[in-house]
Structures are given as structure tokens and as C-alpha cells.
Nanobody, 125 residues
Framework: QVHQVESGGELVQAGGSLRLSCAASGGTISPYAMGWFRHAPGKAREFVAVTGVGWGGSMTDYSDSVKGRFAIARDNTKNTVYQQMNSLKPEDKAVYFC????????????????WGQGTQITVSS
């Protein structure tokens, strides 16, 4: 099983930008859809972004709350997925996690039963 380690979370002012990295170990990420999720205090874990690459082509999707501000990208040669986060808002404060699944639609449901430590993003206004 592939495991991921998230990094890049910091304290940032509203309107600022961050770039998160998710470094995978235990195998190549090439067969997997990769996604970003977040968990804020008092709220359920939620989907943020996904990217899938396979014989059928590539696909990306974003939650409505981050469309136009966040961008997910992957570098399969480095077994790493990134998330560029622009125009950050206080509402974006959360612990951000990455995860993977062979099925991008299933990954989108936030149904994974194994999560890493995540990386904390704090946005100050």
C-alpha cells in the first residue's frame, strides 16, 4: 500500500498563497487517482481536489469552494502530488490530507479508512 506524507502547511495571511506537497512512498502513484482533503474543527472531513491519470486520460475536479483558487498537479516521476493554493481565505483553515484510490469517484466520496498526519494551514485575517 502506498503511503503519503503531506507538507507545506503554514500560517499565511488572507489573500496569500501556499503550495502543498504530498510525497508518496511504498510504490508508484501512477495507477492511482490522488486527492486533497481537509478537516476543519467542528466540521466533517471534506473533499478539496482530485486528479486521475490512466489509459482513459486525465481528470481533475474541485470542490466549489476552491474552484478558481486551488490547482492540483502531479509529478509521477517524483511520486508527488501538489496543490497550489491562491487567494486563501480564513475559511480555508484546516488540516489538509492527501490520499489515493484506484477509483477516482470512490476517492471523491472521502470514504478512505486510512489517513496520514496531514499538514496544518492557518489563514489569518
Amino acid at each position: 500500500q502506498v503511503h503519503q506524507v503531506e507538507s507545506g502547511g503554514e500560517l499565511v495571511q488572507a489573500g496569500g498563497s501556499l503550495r502543498l506537497s504530498c510525497a508518496a512512498s511504498g510504490g508508484t502513484i501512477s495507477p492511482y487517482a490522488m486527492g486533497w482533503f481537509r478537516h476543519a474543527p467542528g466540521k466533517a472531513r471534506e473533499f478539496v481536489a482530485v486528479t486521475g491519470v490512466g489509459w482513459g486520460g486525465s481528470m481533475t475536479d474541485y470542490s466549489d469552494s476552491v474552484k478558481g483558487r486551488f490547482a492540483i498537479a502531479r509529478d509521477n516521476t517524483k511520486n508527488t502530488v501538489y496543490q497550489q493554493m491562491n487567494s486563501l481565505k480564513p475559511e480555508d483553515k484546516a488540516v489538509y490530507f492527501c490520499n489515493r484510490d484506484m477509483n477516482i469517484a470512490r476517492l471523491r466520496t472521502v470514504a478512505k479508512d486510512s489517513w496520514g498526519q496531514g499538514t496544518q494551514i492557518t489563514v489569518s485575517s
